[in-house]
């Protein structure tokens, strides 16, 4: 296939339809490709539970051995349990899935040796470069003695590592309602979960790429109602739904309402914090304000970060931070080479809530001080020109100010808003915090105007 891989290379991995946008062909080519520019004489592959996955993988993997690499194939895993191989390996690492995407899509999210990140500017549009010219010329000489392929199993060291980073054998026992989304966390979950002091009650564990009962992407509300039910239903404690390939985790209280992620982020540091004191905790610009407001209290270091995990794990490995967090709900952990992992998240919350008699929700009150209006996208012809009229409406304005980090940050004493451009598709994307539900209302409806006026 010879591709025009602008659609497909993002700022962080490969995401596209298969085989219209690419196909194994092409993943051969990227595996040479990965191997060639990360100089790795071996490499980790792992893949998700999508029909085409496993045979990208094994293409991704014979590009590579083809230039010389060995390759250690560890089959079905999250990509949580990619990066524990990465580190724990130290080998650079591929991981097939397209997460949340619909089921036609897969991709590859790609990190050097102990987990680092692999984006734009560290390594992806060198690789997109690579592939794009063999694709067009052919591809390059095998290495006089081709990599071998080997096949490990590496999930019981995964779970055996994360529970090894936070007790709950002491916890009291807990209903845990779990929607894996037919996605990887059916296949991680009974293993990291086998032994603790928790009820179980399984939804859609079974492994299915065509998602048959809701997309695996608990970011859109309504795809966390069976969920919200089911906790009901059951009486259960606590709720957790995790996305395709199970690096993120999502909360749902014992009412079944959606604990926000800045509300975990907030539980977690100050967790890590207890551990580690005085340590340094990455919040992005999109966090509640709860969350630097916490690890102030809690005697640690806040530092506001871009959106995104390779701006997240760069400030990580600059400061030593020990813990990180994302409004979408990815969590990174320093215990696990700085990256994300929705799953430890999911046992800090765990172990948080079995350790006291109170409700999730009377837990989580504490780290859950502001309204918020979620993020609202809107599609408009022209990102800068509506950005520019939100820019000159506010900028001067009493007591406001603005940054621009990452989109526009507009700043007053009761609230703020973030507006942020989204890099492959023509929308802006809206996050408003206030003191109350009304005055989030108020600058939400007025900031919409603005985007919205010519569109």
């Known amino acids: 296939m010879t591709a025009d891989l602008s659609q497909i290379v993002k700022a962080y991995d490969i995401r596209g339809v298969v085989p219209d946008q690419w196909d194994e062909a092409l993943a051969e080519l990227f595996g040479a490709a990965f191997v060639r520019v990360t100089d790795a004489d ?9 029909p085409s996955s496993p045979g990208l993988a094994g293409a991704f993997a014979r590009g590579a051995a083809r230039l010389g690499a060995d390759v250690t194939l560890i089959g079905l895993c999250s ?9 724990s390996l130290d080998l650079p690492g591929a991981m097939f899935t397209a997460s949340h995407n619909p089921a036609q899509y897969n991709g590859i999210k790609m990190c050097r040796a102990g987990a680092a990140p692999v984006g734009q500017d560290t390594g992806l549009a060198d690789i997109r470069a690579l592939a794009e010219e063999w694709s067009e010329k052919g591809a390059p000489e095998a290495a006089a003695t081709p990599g071998t392929v080997t096949e490990r199993d590496t999930l019981q060291d995964y779970a055996a590592h994360l529970k090894g980073l936070v007790d709950l054998t002491g916890i009291r026992p807990l209903k ?5 989304g037919n996605g990887m966390g059916g296949h991680t979950v009974p293993t990291v979960f086998a032994g603790l002091p928790l009820d179980t009650v399984p939804m859609y564990f079974e492994l299915d790429g065509t998602f048959p009962n809701h997309e695996a992407n608990p970011l859109d509300p309504k795809n966390i109602v069976d969920l919200q039910a089911r906790v009901r239903e059951e009486g259960a404690d606590i709720g957790l ?8 985790c999502f909360v749902v209280d014992e009412r079944g309402e959606p604990v926000s992620p800045s509300a975990i982020t907030a539980l977690v540091a100050a967790r890590e914090l207890a551990k580690h004191p005085g340590g340094t905790i990455i919040h992005n610009l999109i966090t509640s304000w709860s969350v630097p407001e916490v690890v102030r209290e809690q005697g640690g270091e806040a530092v506001r970060t871009r959106v995104g995990h390779s701006f997240i794990k760069e400030e990580m490995a600059k400061t030593g931070a020990i813990f990180g967090g994302e409004h979408s709900a990815h969590y990174y952990f320093r215990d696990f ?9 999911a046992l800090h919350v765990l172990a948080a809530l079995g350790g006291q008699e109170g409700t999730l929700s ?8 502001y309204a918020s209006s979620g ?28 940054d621009e980090l990452d989109g526009l940050t507009v700043t007053a004493a009761d609230w703020w808003f973030n507006l942020r451009a989204s890099n492959t598709e ?10 109350d539900e009304a005055t989030v209302a108020r600058v939400r409806d007025e900031v919409l105007a603005l985007v919205r006026a010519t569109d």
């Open 241 to 248: 739904a995790f996305d395709g390939d199970a690096d993120r």
């Open 426 to 435: 023509p929308l802006l994307r809206l996050n408003v915090e206030a003191r």
């Open 375 to 402: 993020e609202i996208n809107s599609t408009v012809t022209d990102q800068a020109a509506s950005t520019a009229r939100v820019r000159a409406a506010y900028e001067g304005g009493d007591g406001i100010t603005l």
């Open 42 to 50: 071996a490499i980790v592959v792992g893949h998700d539970m999508r």
């Open 337 to 345: 080479w700085n990256a994300d992992t929705g799953m430890l998240a």
């Open 362 to 369: 009377e837990l989580v009150a504490a780290y859950d001080r």
């Open 176 to 180: 845990v309602v779990v929607d894996a």
């Open 79 to 87: 990509t949580d349990q990619l990066y524990f191989a990465s580190g």
